[in-house]
């Protein structure tokens, strides 16, 4: 229940403006072919649009302290995902129904109502910003940016986001008398500059380090890398199955960080970690990566763990996907734990993309209860859940290519998986 909070908190905190503005009992002074539903709709989407465009900001921060009420970074990162998508809506909203007043009268000042050429100057503001969101939205929905350029890109969100404070504050606001909804905006302001100057500009600064070292670089077939990392000052302390940002040094390799999980730790704090080349960046791992390299790690993040599940569990890994599994079969090993019943499902197109299956082997051979089944979808197709026995009595651990979780899902439900049963990390946004 706790790791549903966050997002019911933040959905109501926006809901919450509803109420607020009606207890204003606004009046406008917006005249020209005054049509109250057209002005009073407009302002409540405004004022929604507004709350919800803050919260992106705090929820994009990667404040640790919140995983637990979204379970887990990825969860929350869907949230704001999802309000920022809502936000632009409700931001657009706004003012097409201040110009839909202009019908039938005036439809050529309909056409121009959106762009910033009105006489006001808090208004400019208000489309500029409005214009600015559009355009940084359609580099993340549509073209879709190469990721280093588009997290440039997505930084400005904040100068747009101040711009609609402005907006705001400048506008002779008939609810400006009342004081709940000026706090309620006040704080929405706050938070989300606080948040945006944080994550854009204090984060590198003020958010702890680890300083590692690449000590040995696998390349285990001809997409697939295996990195070991020696610590340069301080052990990690992590759950396994957590992941870390790693932002590699080296000529060649960008700068830019991305999560990995830790799939071993030794004694000595040697960790490993794997990486598949799909994108530009981990292409250039893949190439370019050698020992001798300094990787800067921020973390841990990540509530992907079947130590909260109960006694008989199934997980199903695909391609890197399987790194979490790895993670908590080492630790299986280390603890020799007789109390877990399960049944680990490795999903490949060929036994050649097995890179470590000798992990789950030596685990099946030290632990009687664990039991690991290769599926090749060459050879056995692709998984069908429905040959497990007993299936909706388990908890069931999902981690893989985004086109296997979406086929599973629906499948284990089908099955009578309870939801709660169903456990899975998911950073695919598209």
């Known amino acids: 229940m706790k790791n549903k909070l966050g997002s019911w908190i933040c959905w109501g905190a926006v809901f919450t403006v509803i109420p607020l503005w009606l207890i204003s009992f606004p009046e406008t002074t917006i005249r020209h072919n005054l049509k109250p539903f057209y002005v009073y709709g407009s302002q409540v989407a405004a004022l929604a649009g507004f709350a919800l465009f803050a919260l992106t900001f705090v929820l994009s921060a990667r404040f640790k302290w919140l995983e637990d009420y979204f379970g887990g970074l990825d969860k929350m990162y869907h949230v704001h995902h999802t309000m ?6 409700l931001l657009l909203i706004h003012p097409i129904m201040l110009a839909l007043r202009w019908i039938p009268e005036d439809t050529g000042r309909l056409l121009w109502y959106l762009f910033p050429v009105h006489r006001q100057f808090e208004i400019n503001i208000g489309s500029w910003a409005l214009w600015g969101l559009i355009l940084l939205m359609i580099f993340t929905l549509v073209i879709r940016l190469p990721y280093d350029k588009w997290k440039i890109s997505h930084k400005l969100m904040g100068i747009f986001f101040i711009l609609g404070v402005a907006h705001i504050y400048y506008l002779d606001l008939s609810f400006s008398s009342n004081p709940a909804l000026m706090i309620y905006l006040s704080a929405f302001s706050i938070a989300g500059i606080a948040a945006w100057v944080y994550k854009s500009i204090l984060f590198d600064f003020v958010v702890t380090k680890y300083r590692f070292q690449v000590v040995k670089v696998d390349r285990l077939n001809d997409k697939v890398i295996e990195i070991v990392l020696k610590p340069m000052d301080e052990v990690l302390s992590f759950i396994p199955g957590q992941f870390y940002f790693f932002s590699f040094r080296l000529s060649g390799i960008s700068r830019e960080s991305h999560p990995y999980t830790v799939c071993d730790m030794t004694k000595d704090g040697e960790i490993t970690i794997m990486v ?8 250039q791992l893949y ?11 921020e973390g841990p993040y990540g509530r992907f763990d079947y130590r909260r599940g109960i006694r008989n569990q199934v997980w199903i890994g695909g391609g890197v996907g399987i790194a979490p599994f790895i993670s908590w079969a080492n630790d299986l090993k280390r603890k020799n734990r007789t109390d877990l019943n399960i049944n680990l499902y490795y999903c490949v197109n060929t036994e050649k993309e097995a890179t470590h299956l000798h992990i789950f082997k030596e685990l099946e051979i030290q632990m009687e209860s664990f039991r690991v089944n290769l599926i090749r979808a060459d050879v056995e197709g692709f998984f069908v859940p429905g040959d497990i026995h007993g299936i909706s ?4 651990y999902i981690c893989g290519p985004k086109e ?27």
Do not use: Q
Not at 84 to 89: N, Q, Y
Not at 393 to 396: A, F, G, L, N
Not at 408 to 423: D, Q
């Open 404 to 430: 296997m979780r979406k086929s599973l899902l629906p499948e284990l439900t089908k099955l009578g998986v309870p939801k709660k049963s169903i456990h899975f990390e998911d950073f695919d946004f598209s």
């Open 287 to 297: 190439s370019e990566l050698k020992t001798g390299a300094t990787a800067l790690l």
């Open 84 to 89: 920022g998508k809502a936000a632009l809506l």
């Open 276 to 283: 598949k080349s799909l994108g530009d960046y981990t292409k």
């Open 393 to 396: 009595d388990k908890d069931v």
